[in-house]
């Protein structure tokens, strides 16, 4: 199972800004029936992270929303590599085209 895009062999030559960006090409061209299948994960993932905020108040807030804004890309990347993964080959083809 991949949980980045460094573990992906076909993208190794590129940085990490470039296998970012086939990342979004390939999230791109997903269905809207997939498109709406990532938003609940991602969307049931991080509902009870925020509905955690909702217990803290003044100052104390400020590590928790910290905390949050860490976690939000570390458990809402491996979610969106494993949806682009069936793109990506199609997405590295048409990113290496718009290199060229």
């Known amino acids: 199972m991949i949980f980045r895009l460094s573990q992906v062999p076909a993208l190794s030559s590129l940085s990490l800004r470039e296998k970012q960006q086939v ?26 992270l925020f509905m955690a905020l909702a217990y803290f108040e003044g100052w104390s807030l400020l590590p928790v929303l910290l905390i949050t804004g860490i976690a939000y890309p570390l458990l809402t990347a491996p979610i969106e590599v494993q949806f682009a993964l069936k793109n990506l080959d199609k997405a590295l083809s048409e990113f290496k085209q718009s290199q060229n």
């Open 23 to 48: 990342k979004a090409i390939a999230i791109s061209m997903l269905s809207a029936k997939n498109k709406v299948i990532l938003a609940v994960c991602k969307l049931a993932l991080l509902t009870p």
